[in-house]
């Protein structure tokens, strides 16, 4: 289900953000009046999209999409009249992915968002190889150590390898575990 919050205090640009989105194919629009609001569906409801204001009453726009961007990452496109450079500047660091100038055109939010939830996308699966090859290089080097204890065994390196191999297979552990487990055995 595609779900995308819509958070103004404005309910008129609240209405026609909401109206564009729906030509969009979003199979629900949720909508908020300010930041704190925009925090709290956000994390119930993980939208795929959200398209917020920069100043609203009880949180603004800039310290909403931070809290989401930690506890529910959305592509976030900002709709705002502030373009100085230190709004912009907050936006980035938030994490915001886009940002509209009010009044915009109906036709400018579509780009707007295609751009946000491409470059979401994008950043996400960087995000995610960088951790899988953190991961790759941590297994890596508890192999190496592991392997260096059943060498002070008599072992030679292959030999020692296979050992860990066959040892994960026949326990059904991943060769870190066998490696974690045989290091601590060495302390």
Do not use: W
Not at 114 to 125: D, G, N, P, V
């Amino acid at each position: 289900m595609k779900i995308a919050l819509v958070v103004d205090d404005e309910p008129l640009i609240r209405c026609k953000v909401v109206e564009l989105l729906q030509n969009y194919g979003f199979d629900q629009i949720l909508e908020a009046e300010n930041g704190q609001e925009a925090v709290l569906l956000a994390v119930a409801h993980k939208p795929v999209l959200i398209v917020m204001d920069v100043t609203m009453p009880v949180m603004n726009g800039i310290t909403a999409a931070k809290k989401i961007g930690i506890e529910a990452p959305a592509p976030i496109v900002l709709l705002t009249a502030n373009a100085d450079s230190e709004t912009v500047s907050q936006a980035r660091e938030a994490g915001v992915m886009n940002y509209l100038l009010k009044p915009f055109r109906d036709e400018q939010l579509f780009p707007a968002v295609e751009l946000a939830m491409h470059q979401f996308m994008a950043a996400t699966t960087l995000r995610d190889q960088v951790q899988k090859l953190e991961d790759t290089l941590e297994t890596r080097k508890l192999v190496d150590k592991a392997k260096g204890v059943l060498m002070g065994t008599g072992l030679n390196e292959s030999d020692a390898y296979r050992k860990m191999q066959k040892m994960a297979m026949s326990k059904r552990k991943t060769l870190k575990e066998v490696a974690e487990a045989i290091l601590l055995m060495a302390e």
